[in-house]
T-cell receptor
Framework: EDQVTQSPEALRLQEGESSSLNCSYT??????LFWYRQDPGKGPEFLFT???AGEEKEKERLKATLTKKESFLHITAPKPEDSATYLC????????????FGSGTQLTVLP | GAGVSQSPSNKVTEKGKDVELRCDPI?????LYWYRQSLGQGLEFLIY????????KSGLPSDRFSAERTGGSVSTLTIQRTQQEDSAVYLC????????????FGPGTRLTVT
């Protein structure tokens, strides 16, 4: 059965304190891994797609990496505006049109 | 360009009433999805439309839920005889790819059943 597990559930950082969020997955034949950012009261905002182990994508202070079992979202020198819930998702092995989402990591960056 | 839009943004209804939620996808996107996000829960897939193909309804939780998509664009999710457990944020997403790759989400409709 497909599974997506994110850790930690919540993370509090001081401004400038770099860290990483983890997304581990179990699926039969990975067809992409997606990272989203969700602000309170808003829909998820697409950040990255990763397709194969070793792939990396960067956007501002965020860098996503992928291995055969997990993905990391590295946040370098975060700012308070990076505070949000970060979600990862994978297409289901039986139907790529359905995404299985993790429960998210709630990131708070303190000034 | 314009993103996915949803209306209403908030809906409060009494138990037993029917509700309709609307989604306008990004122009040109052929795939449209509905998800439900309950408080403290992850996103739950409900239904998927792709072009003129029959929709994938495998995520609908009961026969009180239905959805249609007219003209390959606007979609309406209907919940009949609402129950308190239907209270959640209903999110719509659209995608330009048949395979369901990157999905772009609307702001959601917060439904509260009293």
């Amino acid at each position: 059965e497909d599974q997506v597990t994110q850790s930690p559930e919540a993370l509090r950082l001081q401004e400038g304190e770099s860290s990483s969020l983890n997304c581990s997955y179990t699926v039969s034949g990975l067809r992409g891994l997606f990272w989203y950012r969700q602000d309170p009261g808003k829909g998820p905002e697409f950040l990255f797609t990763l397709y194969s182990a070793g792939e990396e994508k960067e956007k501002e202070r965020l860098k996503a990496t992928l291995t055969k079992k997990e993905s990391f979202l590295h946040i370098t020198a975060p700012k308070p505006e990076d505070s949000a819930t970060y979600l990862c998702a994978i297409p289901r092995s039986g139907s790529a049109r359905q995404l299985t989402f993790g429960s998210g990591t709630q990131l708070t960056v303190l000034p | 360009g314009a993103g996915v839009s949803q209306s209403p943004s908030n809906k409060v209804t009494e138990k037993g009433k029917d509700v309709e939620l609307r989604c306008d996808p990004i122009s040109g996107h052929t795939a449209l999805y509905w998800y439900r996000q309950s408080l403290g829960q992850g996103l739950e897939f409900l239904i998927y439309f792709q072009g003129n193909s029959a929709p994938d309804k495998s995520g609908l939780p009961s026969d009180r839920f239905s959805a249609e998509r007219t003209g390959g664009s606007v979609s309406t999710l209907t919940i009949q005889r609402t129950q308190q457990e239907d209270s959640a944020v209903y999110l719509c997403a659209s995608s330009p790819h048949r395979g369901g790759y990157e999905q772009y989400f609307g702001p959601g409709t917060r439904l509260t059943v009293t």
